[in-house]
């Protein structure tokens, strides 16, 4: 059974930084794009960053592009999202994404075909 599990996520300052990790179990996505997104109630899930599979590429959405950086660890089958300069405005639960075949970045939800739990961050001013 595929499993993506996310942690690193919390409560933090305007400004403070958080490193999110997102563990994959159950097959290898070293040859996977992965990405992250995030959601807030009432609104839909939005692309937040994505990596391709070898980590030669990576794309980002405007409102965190300079801010956060995503990373892809192979050998440990496991995709990070580095959080700096935190706005409230980037509260949200943020969940990790799998392809199953595909190696090439996307911000689309609906080519991913793996998905995580969900780990809650909260920035407050």
């Known amino acids: 059974q595929v499993q993506l599990v996310e942690s690193g996520g919390g409560l933090v300052q305007a400004g403070d930084s958080l490193r999110l990790s997102c563990a994959a179990s159950g097959r290898t996505f070293s040859r996977s794009a992965m990405g992250w997104f995030r959601q807030t109630p009432g609104k839909e899930r939005e692309f937040v960053a994505a990596?391709?599979?070898?980590?030669?590429?990576?794309y980002y959405a405007d409102s965190v592009k300079g801010r956060f950086t995503i990373s892809k660890d192979n050998a440990k089958n496991t995709v990070y999202l580095q959080m700096n300069s935190l706005k409230p405005e980037d509260t949200a639960v943020y969940y990790c994404?799998?392809?199953?075949?595909?190696?090439?970045?996307?911000?689309?939800?609906?080519?991913?075909?793996?998905w995580g739990q969900g780990t809650q961050v909260t920035v407050f001013s």
């Open positions: 990596v391709n599979w070898n980590s030669a590429s990576t």
């Open positions: 994404a799998a392809r199953r075949f595909g190696t090439y970045w996307a911000s689309a939800l609906n080519v991913y075909d793996y």
